[in-house]
C-alpha cells in the first residue's frame, strides 16, 4: 500500500543527515573540555538519534511548498519567523525550532545582519545556494517529489520488515493494476533527475557508436531523456508497464522530446527479449531486485543486444569497496532495500563480477562528486 511505501522508504533520512548536526563549541567550553579531548563521546549518537527529526523538518517544509514561500518572500534579507509561522498557521515556538533545523542541516541560513544577540525569534531566514537548486518545485533536477514519500516511518516498521520470516511486500506493484502509481514514478524522478542529468553528460564518449538508448523499467523516463539530450544522435525508448507509458509519455511531453522519444510497453520480466537497441540503461532498477532476478535481467539484455557495439548502462548508488567511504546516502538506501523488495545496493566489484558472469566486458565505474549515484558501463563482447 502507499502508506507502507511511504513508511518504509523514510529509513533512509535515518543515515543521510547524521553527519550534519555536530554543534558549534565555544572557545571557552573548548577550554573546559581540553583534558577530555582524546575520550569517546556521546555527540555522534546522539545527532544519529536526533536525524530523523531533522528530516521530518525538511519533508514538512517540502511537502508545505514552504521552501517555495521562502524563495518568493526572502526580498534578499530573509523571511522572519513570525511569517513563516502566519503563513503555516503553526506557533512561532514551533516554527524557530524547525527553521533553526534546516539551518543546521544546511538547507537554510540566517541573515547575516543579525547580531550573536538576537532572540531566536528574532533571525529572518533564507535558502542556501544549495535549496535553492534542488527544494523549490518545478525547476530541473528537483527532489521534492521524492519528499513526498518520505511521509511515515517508525523504528517499529523497520524492524518488522527486517524479519527474516515476514515475506517482503512488493510495494510497486500493489497499485494501479499490477503498475507503479504516478505518486511512485514522480517520486522516483525527484530522486534520480539530478543524477541522470549530470552523469549522462559523462556518457557522451562511450555511446558516440550507439543509436538507441531504452530504459529498461523506466518509470518516467528521466535516464533516457538524460541521455539522449546529452548525445543528440541518440533515440530512445522507455520500456515499461502499460500501466506506467501514459505516465511516461506526460514527462517525455514535459521535456519536448516526443520527436525522439517513445514509451514502449513491455514486461522486462516476462518478455523474451528486450525491444531491438543497442544500448540497455537499468537507471535505479537493479537494487530493488535479488541477485538472481538482476543475472536473469543481465543476461536478457546481453541476448537481446546486436554484436557489435552493444552497450549497458546501470546507474545505481554503490556501496564502497571498503565499506567505510560509502555515502550516507547509499547507506540510507541499502536500508530501504532492507524494508522493501529484495534488492540491496552493491558495490562497483560485485556488479562487475555479474555483469562479466552473463559475458560483458569492459565494465567500468564513471562517478562525480555532485551526486551519490554512479554509472556502470559495459560492452557486450
Request: charged content about 20%.
Amino acid at each position: 500500500q502507499i502508506s507502507n511505501m511511504k513508511s518504509a522508504i523514510i529509513a533512509a533520512a535515518l543515515i543521510g543527515f547524521a553527519a550534519a548536526f555536530a554543534p558549534a563549541q565555544t572557545g571557552e567550553a573548548s577550554t573546559q573540555l581540553g583534558a577530555f579531548e582524546d575520550e569517546l563521546g556521546t555527540t555522534p549518537i546522539f545527532n544519529l538519534m536526533m536525524s530523523q527529526y531533522h528530516s521530518s523538518a525538511l519533508v514538512i517544509f517540502g511537502r508545505l511548498g514552504l521552501f517555495d514561500y521562502i524563495h518568493d518572500h526572502s526580498n534578499g534579507t530573509g523571511v522572519s519567523v513570525e511569517e513563516v509561522a502566519a503563513h503555516a498557521n503553526w506557533s512561532v515556538r514551533a516554527t524557530s525550532a524547525m527553521l533553526v533545523s534546516l539551518v543546521t542541516s544546511g538547507i537554510l541560513e540566517t541573515d547575516d545582519s543579525s547580531s550573536s544577540t538576537t532572540h531566536s525569534f528574532q533571525h529572518r531566514y533564507r535558502l542556501t545556494p544549495r535549496a535553492a537548486k534542488f527544494l523549490l518545485s518545478g525547476v530541473p533536477g528537483s527532489v521534492v517529489p521524492y519528499l513526498e514519500i518520505f511521509w511515515d516511518f517508525s523504528p517499529q516498521m523497520l524492524l518488522e520488515k527486517a524479519s527474516a520470516d515476514k515475506k517482503q511486500d512488493n510495494y510497486m506493484l500493489e497499485t494501479g493494476g499490477g503498475a507503479p502509481s504516478a505518486m511512485f514514478i514522480s517520486a522516483m524522478q525527484g530522486q534520480s533527475s539530478h543524477a541522470a542529468m549530470t552523469l549522462a553528460t559523462l556518457l557522451g564518449p562511450d555511446l558516440i557508436n550507439n543509436t538507441h538508448f531504452i530504459d529498461v523499467g523506466g518509470g518516467s523516463g528521466t535516464f533516457c531523456l538524460e541521455v539522449c539530450k546529452a548525445s543528440p544522435h541518440m533515440k530512445g525508448s522507455i520500456y515499461d508497464l502499460a500501466g506506467v507509458c501514459p505516465i511516461a509519455e506526460k514527462f517525455i511531453a514535459e521535456a519536448e522530446m516526443s520527436s525522439r522519444v517513445q514509451a514502449v510497453p513491455g514486461d522486462m520480466f516476462n518478455d523474451d527479449v528486450f525491444p531491438q537497441a543497442d544500448c540497455y540503461g537499468f537507471g535505479n532498477v537493479l537494487h530493488d531486485w535479488s541477485d538472481e532476478a538482476n543475472t536473469a535481467l543481465l543476461e536478457k539484455a546481453y541476448k537481446s543486444l546486436p554484436e557489435k557495439d552493444g552497450k549497458v548502462v546501470l546507474l545505481e548508488m554503490l556501496v564502497a569497496e571498503d565499506v567505510t567511504s560509502t555515502t550516507s546516502a547509499a547507506a540510507g538506501l541499502n536500508l530501504i532495500m532492507v524494508t522493501n523488495e529484495d534488492g540491496r545496493q552493491y558495490k562497483a566489484s560485485e556488479l562487475k563480477k555479474m555483469m562479466e558472469g552473463v559475458g560483458f566486458v569492459d565494465v567500468k565505474v564513471v562517478s562525480s562528486p555532485v551526486t551519490p549515484y554512479s554509472l556502470v558501463i559495459a560492452s557486450k563482447k
